[in-house]
Every structure is written in C-alpha cells, then in structure tokens.
C-alpha cells in the first residue's frame, strides 16, 4: 500500500528545470568524479599512509558498493519517496569524503572510501531518476543529454584535479573538494525540487540485496585485480568470475520468486526495457574499451604522463558532448529515438576501425580526429538507453527501471576492462614472441610485463633494454592494442543488431507513466 502526501505533481517552467538540473548534475559530478580523481593522488596517498600494498582497494572499495548500491537506490525510492532518499545519498556521500580526507591509515581510508561509494550509487541511479519525475519524456532527451557530458568531462577532469590538489595543497582535498559542491546540490535540492511523497508498507529485499553483492564483489575484484595484481588466465581471477557467475545465477533465481525483487524480472518482459538492458551492457562495454585503454596506448606507447593522457582525451569528450546535445534536442523535436542508436553504434564502431590502424608514427592529429568520431558515435546514443526505459515504465517503477539501465552499464564497463584487458595481455605475449629472440622474450622480466602491463612501471622496464629490442616491444604493444580495438568492433556491432529491435514507442508529453508496462 502507498499513498501520496505531498502536492500533485505540476508541470514546470524551463527556468525551475533548469535549476533543479544544475543540482542534479552536480551531484552526479561528485560520484562520477570520484571514480577519477583519485588515480593521480594515489602515489602521494601510498606514501603519506604507507599502505602501498592495500592502494587497489582505494578504487575497488568505491567502485563495489557504488555498483551494489546504485540498484537498492532505486528500488527503496519508488518505494518511500526520491527526494528524501536523494538527500541522504548526498549527505552518505559526503560524510565519506569528510572521513576520506581524515584518515589516518589505509584501512580507515579503504572503509570510508566504502561509505563514500554507497552514497555515490544513489547520486548516479537517483539523478537520473528524478529526470524522469520532473521532466515528461518528449523533452526529457536534451536534459539527459547534460547527464552524459557529465561522464564524459569527468574521464578528463578527474586526473588533471587529482594532480592539481595533490601537488598545490594535499591529496586530502580530493575528498573535501566534495563538500562545497555537494552542499550547494543539497541546499537547491532542498529548497527547488518537490515531489509526491509516497508512504510505503512494502519490505526491502535484504536477502536479494546479500546476492546482489555476493554477484557483483567476485566480478568486480576479477576486473580490478586481473593483469596488475594476478594474471589474467589465473586460477584467482578464474575463480573470481566462476564465482561471480554462480551468485548472478542464483540471485536471478532468487528474485525471480521474491516478492519485492530489488531488480523486478517482471521488467524483463517489457521488449523495451530488454533491449535497453542489452544495448546498456554493450555500451558500457565499449565506452570502456574507448576511456580506459586509449590513454593507456598514451602512456605506454608515447611516454605520457597520466595528467596529459587525460588531456588527449579532449577530443573524444567534445564529440560525446556535441552529439549528446544534437541528438537529445532532435529527439525533443521530433519524438523518435530508435534511428540514433542505430547509427550511433556505427560511427562508433568505424571509430574503432580506425584506432586499430594505429602505429608508432600514428600523428597526435590522426587521434584526435579518431577519437572525435569514437565520442560522436557513442554520444548519439549514449542517453537514449534511459529514455527509453523510463518512457515504457510505469511511473511507480521509474527509479528502479533507471537504476537498472545503469547498474548494467556498470557492470558492461567492468566487463569490458576484464575482457578487452585479457585480449590485450594475450596479444601482447603473442606479439613479444614472435618480434623478439626466444632468450629475450621468455625474460622473467618481460613475462612479468605481459601478464601485469602497469602502465609507468611497463615504461620504466622498456626503457631500460637496448634501443634494437625496445623498438620491438612498443611495435608488439601498438599490434596487441590493434588487436584489441578489433576485437571491440563485434560488441558494437551486437548493440547495432540489438539497436534494430528496439521498439519506438511515442515519447509521452507528461510524466505520468503508461498504465501497462
């Protein structure tokens, strides 16, 4: 049973979205900041609390509970209300950064940074969400659209304000950094936004929420720890999948049967959601491959530094935003969505095409203008996923139905790193046998480099041999990462396919949802 308590909802003006807007972007900046910034501090983190053993687990803490938290999220707020559940995502969120920056040791630091993740999967499942309750779905696009530039700014941003804090003041204020902001998303989202307040009698499914966890830890640690801390063809990271899949199977069992499922399988039959769910994994598989190992060829192959890696991204963030903004304003004016997937998978997937051409005498110019066509096709149908679930979901549904399509959009990116980072690693030893003399290819040290490709430490060790044999080695890294880029061509292609099924329905003009799903 549920009720509301708080005034109907009414349509607003531009100016009051656009308020409400700002404080949700916002607070989706802070988690999806979090998730970069500490990557350039980390060094000085290691040193200051001398924890260089336990530093994986500084971004593993943040990035488990911020995956298992983001689902619960939207569960619990279409069953008690947003607004209130949102406030205390972003007050969770910013006591964590508060006990990040205090922290005295590794653990504390790993603990916090724990606290810290659970509010961040409210801010991201929940801003999205709260998209859907104030803006009807006609017009919803080009709203969503700051959502993605978001994603895209903070991939470059973070690094850069890591460093800047880290050598300017402290690395301490990579977490406080989080509090001016988070108090200024807090204050407009407690004043502004306002809407019906539900009162629910309904339990939280604890015992699927247990599973969820126990699903997405193993699979989470595999993608964390594979190629840097165990090789990726380990029994360690086996196992951890093997694990990982054995929980999803049985929390999909679980929930299959639960009254209150944390992820309703009910949702499941909607054709709409389902291709959805299926174009989100996708896609964040591919966008990962993109973020993830292009400044990775950065710093290998060209000897950057993480800061100025980050900086050659631009151009893939200028064309995730440009189409980001086209597509959600073309979708507001003409109400179809399905034609931008389609061919938004394409151009992303030529991108790809044409990054597997790269070499060692591949211009600064040739990427740049590469990786804007990667970020306008993935731009073109980055945000359309969300849109289209929330469109085909009855609005009491809404926040978990969003939260779905990203919590899959997580766990595609995981996948991603886990899966194009064995491809990597597999070429790599390929590639270093059959350029280099046996005596030198079966070195401790290269073998070591193969199975564990640590970008300033790869560096550092490809240096230090003769010219001759480290000519050979960055050619076998620019072949493993050709490699690796074709291989990504087929995830886009899937999502193309899948693209086709998706179904259009008319984009309504009110944010009431449709009486079935």
């Not at 196992?239 to 069992?253: D, K």
């Not at 990775?296 to 991204?313: A, C, D, F, H």
Request: a positive charge; glycine letters at 8%; one cysteine or more.
């Amino acid at each position: 049973m549920s009720h509301s308590k708080e005034h109907e909802f009414k349509e607003r003006t531009h100016k009051e979205i656009m308020v409400i807007m700002s404080a949700l972007a916002l607070a989706m900046l802070l988690a999806a900041l979090d998730q970069t910034i500490v990557s350039t501090a980390l060094p000085r983190i290691a040193t200051d609390l001398h924890g260089l053993n336990k530093l994986a687990w500084v971004a593993t803490a943040y990035l488990m509970t911020s995956a298992i938290s983001t689902p619960l999220f939207g569960k619990i707020s279409d069953q008690f209300g947003r607004k209130r559940i949102f406030m205390f995502a972003i007050i969770l969120f910013l006591a964590g950064s508060i006990l990040c920056g205090q922290s005295r040791n590794i653990n504390e630091l790993v603990i916090f940074r724990a606290i810290q993740g659970i509010g961040a999967g409210g801010l991201m499942s929940l801003s999205m969400t709260i998209v859907g309750d104030v803006v009807s779905p006609r017009q919803r696009g080009k709203y969503l659209a700051y959502f993605g530039g978001v994603f895209a700014i903070s991939s470059v941003a973070g690094p850069l304000l890591g460093g800047f804090f880290t050598d300017t003041f402290s690395w301490r204020w990579v977490f406080y950094i989080n509090i001016p902001l988070g108090l200024i998303a807090l204050f407009v989202i407690a004043r502004r936004l306002h809407l019906p307040v539900r009162i629910s009698d309904r339990k939280v499914d604890y015992i699927g929420a247990v599973l969820l966890a126990t699903a997405v830890v193993p699979i989470i640690l595999g993608t964390v720890w594979g190629g840097i801390t165990y090789p990726w063809g380990s029994i360690e990271i086996i196992g951890l999948f093997v694990v990982g899949v054995i929980m999803t199977i049985v929390f999909a069992v679980w929930e299959w049967n639960a009254e209150e499922a944390i992820i309703p399988t009910h949702l499941f039959k909607n054709d709409i959601f389902r291709i959805s769910i299926i174009l989100s994994l996708l896609a964040g598989m591919a966008m990962f491959a993109a973020i993830l190992f292009i400044p990775e060829y950065q710093q290998i192959v060209r000897g950057y530094s993480p800061i100025k890696s980050g900086l050659m991204l631009l151009p893939l963030v200028v064309g995730m935003i440009s189409m980001l903004i086209t597509t959600g304003r073309l979708i507001s004016k003409t109400g179809r969505y399905k034609i931008f997937p389609i061919i938004g998978t394409l151009i992303a997937a030529f991108g790809l095409w044409l990054f597997s051409h790269i070499n060692l005498q591949t211009s600064a110019l040739q990427l740049a203008i590469w990786m804007f066509i990667l970020g306008a096709g993935i731009g073109s149908f980055m945000q359309v996923m969300t849109l289209a679930v929330q469109n085909a979901v009855p609005r009491e549904e809404l926040g978990v139905a969003t939260a779905s399509a990203t919590f899959f959009r997580s766990m595609g990116s995981a996948l991603g790193g886990a899966i194009f980072g064995a491809i990597l690693t597999n070429r790599l030893s390929f590639h270093l046998n059959q350029l280099l003399p046996h005596s030198v290819s079966t070195s401790s040290r290269l073998n070591h480099m193969a199975s564990s490709i640590q970008t300033g430490a790869t560096t550092k060790i490809i240096n230090q041999l003769p010219p001759a044999i480290s000519k050979d080695i960055y050619t076998a890294f620019v072949l493993s990462f050709h490699d690796m880029f074709l291989f990504a061509i087929p995830v886009l292609l899937l999502a193309f396919v899948a693209a086709l099924f998706l179904r259009e329905a008319p984009l309504r003009t009110t944010t009431k949802g449709p009486e079935v799903i």
